[in-house]
């Protein structure tokens, strides 16, 4: 091959560059909220630069027009910069496009998240367990403890609602996750459905309400007379989610009792006191929808790559 023929053919192979180059820029010499992105979210902001991590910030997008540097991918980024370094002189990296308008830079902004698969509860949770975090791998003995495993889908022996078992970790804490594996294991024997999330989340709720109260030999003769199949069918005759599930277990547990469980507890007792910054943890079957995680977090879904 030629040189000339080389030179044509990396000339081609241009084509699929993006034409940027990188600068730091202080954030006071950025400009963002254009009318097209969403409006700047300070909760978003505050909780990310309570659990700020330097290796979660990507390049912010800039769009140099006229002179001016117009964020249109990134602008809670700078601004979870700017709190957490209590100056707005900070400088933060950013890819610079000089060839584009107003109108492409809303076109991208609004695109850019088309293509892009997100991650999965199940991926999330073993890249966590690959990089040693302490939450997941106490998870994961846990559940090993009782001869399960986590799964990415539903087989014997496994747990797929992985985002359930977390939830209930963090809202309940360790002995409460602990509680409900043994439940459901000494119930129900490993039955298909029976380490669904709903289920899961119902049963935790259910032992948080009654506490001491709920004797696991009684519970464990009680309700394993009752398949899976037919508390699932009670429950959403009841309400849809976890509560339906509760309820149910509650049916179950006080039937031919002599002194019933009370059902106001179920809708009054309190859940544990959460940290402020801590989202609330959802209660329906999420196992199976893409979750961000740290990148909602860090803005880096928000727009995009490094959120808006």
Known sequence: MTDEQQTAEQTDLMQYVPKVHFEQIPIKNLVSNQEYQRNLSQHHVQRAAANFDLYQINPVKVSRRNGINYVFNGQHTIEIVALVSGSRETPVWCMIYD?????????????????????????????????????????????????????????????????????????????????????????????????????MNGLARFLNAYGDAVKDDIFKEKLGRISIKELSRTAKDRRSGSLGFAEALLIGYNKKCRNPLPWDKLYTHKLPQKKADEPEPEEENNDDIPQSSQLDLFGLNDDGEVSE
């Open 99 to 199: 060839d584009l308008v107003y109108e492409h830079e809303a076109d991208i902004f609004a695109n850019q998240m088309k293509y892009v698969k997100p991650l999965l509860p199940y991926e999330i949770f073993m890249a966590n367990i690959e990089a040693g975090n302490d939450k997941q791998l106490i998870i994961r003995d846990l559940v090993e403890s009782y001869d399960l495993s986590i799964t990415s889908s539903s087989v014997p022996g496994g747990i797929c609602a992985v985002a359930t078992l977390e939830n209930i970790h963090d809202k309940y804490g360790y002995h409460m996750l602990d509680h409900v594996i043994r439940l459901i294991v000494a119930t129900w024997e490993g039955a298909s459905q029976s380490f669904s999330a709903n289920m």
